[in-house]
């Protein structure tokens, strides 16, 4: 059984870092595509960024050069740094994972988290 369990989601102001967490069990996660996404309140899903196998990444352009994926496979660990975080980035992150190498191409995000909060004060 699959499971993405995100961690490290709280509060802090303008300006500030948090580092965000996705444990995963039961799938390899070095050996896939793997994601960030957040949801804003009244606002659609958007991509935050993105890691294939081979450690080749991939940010949304409003977001790039402040937010880094980053991967441990000895724990099976995916991690978000956010640096430099503006109000606009509140919103509930979750990690996402495709049964396939390149996350580019139109096959689903098949395995999500439960998300994450962030709140960015100002």
């Known amino acids: 059984q699959v499971q993405l369990v995100e961690s490290g989601g709280g509060s802090v102001q303008a300006g500030g870092s948090l580092r965000l967490s996705c444990a995963a069990s039961?799938?390899?996660?070095?050996?896939?595509?793997m994601a960030w996404f957040r949801q804003a309140p009244g606002k659609e899903r958007e991509g935050v960024v993105s890691?294939?196998?081979?450690?080749?990444?991939s940010n949304a352009a409003s977001m790039k050069g402040r937010f880094m994926i980053s991967r441990d496979n000895a724990k099976n660990t995916l991690y978000l740094q956010m640096n430099s975080l503006e109000p606009e980035d509140t919103a509930m992150y979750y990690c996402?994972?495709?049964?396939?190498?390149?996350?580019?191409?139109?096959?689903?995000?098949?395995?999500w988290g439960q998300g994450t909060q962030v709140t960015v004060s100002s």
């Open positions: 996402a994972a495709k049964t396939t190498l390149r996350c580019g191409g139109g096959i689903d995000y098949r395995y």
């Open positions: 039961g799938f390899t996660i070095s050996a896939n595509c």
């Open positions: 890691i294939d196998w081979d450690g080749r990444t």
